[in-house]
């Protein structure tokens, strides 16, 4: 027997198939204003090796078909405003719409990166506030705001640390990552350059520190950690950590993908980092958008400033300028300035609660410690330190019927939530990785939880029904070896 | 606080729960002398009205009221209110990467079709969605090349966007990759083809070129493709301004295109977010970074769609991965399938006749004046570099006074080009603004040529 659900009821979704499926020639859904200068043959202008006289099969529709192609594919997705979203490590708040207005506003989205500096300063001042914010929140000295997303910002801040290696005389070859580490994080060392090391955590789910002291050898260029790590615990020997890198000529590098629960109560900067990240799609509240855009500003202690990436935003005579004669710098990341629109969003966030932020922060360390307190009982909880912004459970109990922690996710969409994420951190096994932030209320708070014990009751009497849920979607689990196995990555014409 | 969903009242009842007597027990874990024993020093906290206020006001601090002929990798297009209508739905901006594919429907379909136009655009086989932009993109097709072909130079034409290069110069910095550089023709603006044969050698993984190029000029893809894959290198082709696809022949030829797709749908937004794309031949595909999208099945046979060949990517292959790249763009790419969606095929082929015959008007008006014309003869879209008779920069300065953005100097880019600027006009430009540019052009050429009389000693003036 399936368990009352308070929180969702099914309702009628609507078919939509592809746009190239309802295109019928001659159907447009945008119109220009005519011509006001002579036609131009594109037969002629080009010569025939470059001229195209159109894009075979591309689509034709009208706008009211578009309106209703993406609003129906909308309604297809779940989303933060829907309900809460508690995927661990990823921190989907609420993305305030005022954020969206402003870095809509004409001034700023129809600004270019290349117009003349004195009629840029509104868009620089706007980057050189976030900067500000951004080093207080952190306690660092410097800030970049260049990268695209938080793993261009990890590649940033491991190219910086090689520039400041191998300016001090050798670059080093090793980077220690700990077994709990995002993905990025390894794959960024290889990318820059580094052989990677897989460092073990302790048997509190924290970096092991005589572990850390035997492979910290000559060769080491750096450590990276997450902090809160990935098991949502504090890593107390931070500062220890950072002495013994620091005692061989290496460096600490923290992956601030978890800052959200930091803000306003303590500050890398104050606990030994050298280089940093921040993922403002995080904790500064700017839209996942479905995987992305992001923004991966990374912050530095003073003595990495010479080799952050240029163009670098310097004060010249009372104004801002970019400067790019950075002989030291690793160099440009991307074209331009940053994600600007983006960065603008994070600066609206961060004016919106000035040094309330550290509500936000608490609120987020309340729920997730309120979770992990309503489900402790009915799920496995493999590491006891205490929470921080988030909470790992393990499907341990679960397991036993045959129910693993992706079938509990999905069955968790059928009571209207989205999933937690699934099987990370690797150090855990059949992780269930909740991270509640701090943008629900108490109702929904207790409506998660009353759908997570409820899970818990069908596991143990009904685990096919946990098992091969979802139920209440368009569409099942879906085949994703066989989409794999013969990859159908385009729409083509039927035959 | 307005974004916090709970009273005073709610908190302490949590705490009670949790049987905590305050909130500062809740980071116990934090060693003391770690914690910040002040608040943080940070403007704010400002209620909507002033947040509003404050942008409004940097945004008057920018060039609005100019016209600006700018392009150079960032263009101005029109975009329909539709599809930013449409974007600012909930379901599409505050949800995450697709991977609980169940819920994530409409974000995978879309993506889905992003690819296909993608590939139609491009004239290859696979697209992914998406990379950071279009620089980033050009160095990650640079890194899959080197992956491809085992070896590890590239060879670069010196008409590749400057920042794009940039760009690649830090990425093949880490790797070790040796960069060489492939001159551009003086007189047609192309890379040089005959140039770039002697530079290939059996090291070389890949040869990098724009069309059109930064100088505005189209590339002969189709023969640079036979030359470089004569030394078992791959072709890279970035496209910038991939609106000229609408116009232009796609470059098929090429074995990986890397493409900028602001041009297709997204503001220029002072140089982002934009969304790179990287688009190939099947047969490339496991070597391509980035997300991708595919077709497949529930158990009842209904059409769904998943995120896949996961094991390329960083998550499932750490160290190994193809790229350490994890959120892209994925609202931006949404944006242009919106746009191009809006556009479709007719829209698509007259905005960029429109492209085509607007760049034309403005260079056959500025041509008649005196010492002014196109620095190159290959043909070109909507952008072209042009040679005046002083130097660009001085020029600029007058047309600013007239409210105008005249063309990006080429001078910091290419040193020899110091009376050269490139001039981007598109369909967004009406006749009026463009026989404004070109007569206050006029202006400016008549001051500076007064200027320089007076500037002269007197026995030269005679």
């Known amino acids: 027997m399936a368990q009352p659900m308070s929180k969702a009821t099914r309702h009628v979704s609507i078919n939509e198939g592809l746009l190239f499926e309802q295109s019928a020639p001659g159907k447009r859904g945008m119109e220009l204003p005519p011509l006001d200068v002579p036609p131009v043959d594109a037969g002629a202008a080009l010569g025939p090796e470059f001229a195209r006289r159109a894009v075979e099969h591309f689509p034709e529709v009208s706008e009211i078909e578009v309106i209703r192609h993406f609003t129906r594919l909308s309604t297809w997705n779940y989303a933060i405003d829907l309900g809460m979203y508690p995927l661990g490590s990823c921190t989907m708040k609420y993305n305030p719409r005022v954020n969206e207005f402003v870095a809509r506003l004409e001034g700023l989205a129809t600004e270019h990166p290349l117009q003349p500096i004195e009629l840029s300063q509104g868009c620089l001042r706007i980057l050189r506030a976030l900067e500000g914010v951004l080093e207080e929140v952190t306690g660092m ?96 020997d931070i500062a220890r950590a950072a002495e013994i890198l620091h005692g061989r ?60 990436p240029f163009p670098v935003l310097v004060e010249k005579d009372g104004a801002l300028a970019w400067d790019s004669h950075r002989p030291k710098s690793i160099g440009r990341l991307r074209a331009f300035c940053g994600n600007f629109g983006v960065l603008v969003r994070a600066l609206a966030y961060a004016l919106a609660y000035g040094p309330g932020m550290v509500e936000a922060t608490r609120d987020a360390v309340l729920n997730a410690n309120y979770i992990r307190k309503k489900l402790e009982d009915v799920y496995d909880l493999p590491y006891r330190q205490p929470s921080m912004h988030e909470v790992v459970f393990s499907d341990a109990r679960q397991k036993k019927n045959g129910v693993n922690t992706v079938d509990i996710a999905k069955r968790l969409i059928d009571y209207g939530f989205h999933p937690y994420t699934t099987a990370f951190p690797l150090i855990v096994p059949g992780a269930l990785m909740i991270e509640p932030t701090e943008s629900e209320s108490r109702r929904e708070l207790d409506l998660f939880v009353e759908a997570m014990r409820s899970i818990a009751v069908e596991a143990a009497e009904t685990p096919e029904l946990v098992k091969t849920a979802p139920h209440s979607t368009r569409v099942g689990r879906l085949d994703e070896v066989g989409a794999a196995r013969k990859p159908v990555l385009r729409w083509t014409p039927p035959q | 606080m307005r974004y916090l969903p709970k009273s005073d009242a709610e908190r302490e009842a949590l705490l009670a729960e949790l049987g905590l007597a305050s909130m500062d027990e809740l980071f116990a874990s934090i060693p003391e002398p770690f914690r910040l024993k002040r608040p943080l020093h940070v403007p704010g906290p400002l209620s909507e009205k002033e947040i509003i206020d404050y942008f409004r006001a940097r945004a008057a601090e920018n060039a609005a009221g100019y016209t600006s002929f700018l ?49 139609q655009l491009t004239g290859q086989e696979v697209a992914n969605a998406s990379m950071y932009d279009g620089s980033t993109a050009t160095a990650e097709a640079a890194l899959m090349a080197v992956r491809i072909s085992g070896r590890k130079r590239l060879v670069v034409s010196r008409a590749l966007h400057p920042e794009y290069r940039q760009v690649l110069t830090t990425y093949a910095a880490h790797m070790d990759l040796p960069i060489a550089e492939a001159p551009f023709d003086a007189r047609s603006g192309q890379t040089d083809l005959d140039a770039l044969r002697g530079t290939l050698d059996q090291a070389t993984a890949a040869v990098i070129l724009q069309s059109p190029n930064f100088l505005g000029v189209l590339e002969a893809v189709p023969r640079a493709g036979e030359i470089t894959r004569g030394s078992g290198a791959l072709l890279v082709t970035a496209v910038a301004e991939a609106l000229s696809l609408g116009a232009v022949r796609a470059p098929a030829e090429a074995d990986i295109v890397a493409m900028e797709t602001q041009s297709l749908g997204l503001p220029p937004s002072f140089g982002g977010p934009f969304a790179g794309v990287i688009a190939t031949r099947e047969k490339y595909v496991r070597n391509m970074p980035g997300r991708l999208a595919g077709q497949t099945t529930d158990a009842q046979g209904r059409r769904g769609f998943v995120l896949t060949l996961a094991t390329r990517e960083q998550h499932i292959r750490r160290e190994k991965a193809t790229s350490n790249i994890c959120t892209n763009e994925a609202l931006c790419a949404l944006a242009v399938t919106m746009h191009l969606a809006l556009l479709g095929k007719e829209g698509l082929r007259e905005m960029a006749a429109q492209n085509l015959a607007k760049a034309r008007y403005a260079l056959g008006e500025l041509e008649k004046l005196s010492g002014v014309r196109r620095a190159f003869s290959g043909p070109f879209f909507n952008e072209m570099a042009v040679e005046f008779p002083v130097s660009v920069r001085m020029i600029n300065q007058h047309l600013l006074r007239e409210k105008i953005i005249g063309p990006l100097p080429l001078g910091p880019y290419y040193p020899e080009q110091t009376k050269r600027g490139l001039l981007c006009v598109t369909e967004t430009h009406s006749r009026g603004e463009i026989d404004r540019l070109v007569a206050a052009t006029a202006r400016a050429l008549a001051a500076l040529g007064r200027e320089s009389r007076e500037a002269m000693p007197a026995e030269a003036k005679r």
């Open chain 1, 141 to 236: 000295d410097a800030v970049t705001l260049q990268p695209c997303a938080g793993a261009q910002g990890e590649y940033a801040g491991i190219a910086i640390i090689r520039a400041y290696l191998a300016d001090r005389g050798n670059p080093r070859k090793k980077v220690l990552v700990p077994d709990s580490a995002h993905g990025t994080n390894p794959a960024t060392a290889a990318t820059a350059g580094y052989e990677v090391v897989n460092i073990r955590s302790d048997a509190n789910g924290r970096i092991d520190l005589a572990h850390l002291a035997e492979y910290a050898t000559e060769d080491v260029a750096a450590l990276m950690v997450t902090n809160p790590n990935t098991v949502g615990i504090f890593e107390q």
């Open chain 1, 249 to 308: 000529g290496a460096l600490l590098y923290m992956d601030g993908a978890n800052m959200n629960a930091l803000a306003g109560i303590t500050r890398p900067g104050d606990f030994g980092v050298d280089v940093m990240h921040m993922n403002l799609h995080k904790t500064f509240s700017t839209p996942h958008g479905g995987g992305g855009p992001g923004a991966g500003p990374v912050a530095v202690k003073k003595h990495f400033e010479p080799f952050l």
């Open chain 2, 71 to 119: 392009g150079a990798g960032v263009y101005n297009h029109l975009r329909s209110v539709a599809a930013d209508a449409l974007l600012q739905r909930g379901e599409f901006l505050t949800s995450y990467t697709p991977y609980q594919a169940e819920i994530s429907q409409g974000t995978l379909q879309a993506i889905f079709e992003f690819q296909t136009l993608m590939c």
